[in-house]
């Protein structure tokens, strides 16, 4: 669905690099989501933003930071990947009044 | 941490057979969703039911929600072959809260 999307669609990079993931969506939906997902399991939130001012941490918020540039952009910084990091990497959109999530393809990161 | 068990881990049937996954929580709720994830794929909402509510139909999906034992079920019914996927639970604690706290899911293959 290209209603949210996410570049890159698949990075490697080395450890102690900074690098940012990006999620756009058009579906004009004030809440975004970052998740993780390691094989074999469930996703992880790491941020979410209910409007352009207002970001929160979720489970796993250490050694990632976020940027909400606009209602439509929503971007995850890893500071200095390591690569415990290595995972894939979702982005979701719902909207204020229902609990339903929108997920982007994801991020498949691969950290050296 | 994750919130939800899921059971199986992994099950694989024969087309046209119906499939029982299993979601088990520790907190209270406000609803519980299941999402789908074809392989290295984003997830795509198929259903939610209510705290206050033990049953609900969408096709061929039918799901329950037993919250004294805190635990749901999603069945598929009349599995076909493109059904294989990762099915996901996931729980809402608070009223629209947006901090979905996911399963580690369940793998199901479906043998045409």
């Known amino acids: 669905d290209a209603d949210v999307t996410q570049t890159p669609r698949n990075r490697i990079t080395k450890t102690g690099k900074r690098i940012m993931l990006e999620c756009s969506q058009t579906k004009g939906h004030d809440r975004m989501y970052w998740y993780r997902q390691d094989p074999g399991l469930g996703l992880q939130l790491i941020y979410y933003?209910?409007?352009?001012?207002?970001?929160n941490k979720g489970e796993i918020s250490d050694g990632y930071s976020v940027s909400r540039q606009a209602q439509a952009k929503f971007s995850l910084s890893l500071e200095s990947a390591i690569p415990n990091q290595t995972a894939l990497y979702f982005c979701?959109?719902?909207?204020?009044?229902?609990?339903?999530?929108?997920f982007g393809p994801g991020t498949r990161l691969l950290v050296l | 941490s994750q919130q939800g068990e899921e059971d199986p881990q992994a099950l694989s049937i024969q087309e046209g057979e119906n499939a029982t996954m299993n979601c088990s929580y520790k907190?209270?709720?406000?609803?519980l969703q299941w999402y789908r994830q074809n392989s290295g794929r984003g997830l795509v909402h198929l259903i939610l039911i209510r705290s206050n509510e033990r049953e609900k139909h969408s096709g061929r999906l039918r799901v329950t929600l037993d919250t004294s034992k805190k635990s749901s079920s999603l069945l598929i019914t009349a599995s076909r072959a493109a059904d294989t996927a990762s099915y996901f639970c996931?729980?809402?604690?608070?009223?629209?809260?947006?901090?979905?706290?996911f399963g580690q899911g369940t793998t199901l293959q479906v043998k045409p």
């Open positions: 907190t209270s709720i406000n609803n």
């Open positions: 979701a959109t719902s909207h204020e009044n229902q609990e339903t999530q929108y």
């Open positions: 996931a729980t809402d604690r608070s009223s629209n809260t947006g901090k979905l706290i």
């Open positions: 933003s209910f409007d352009v001012k207002d970001i």
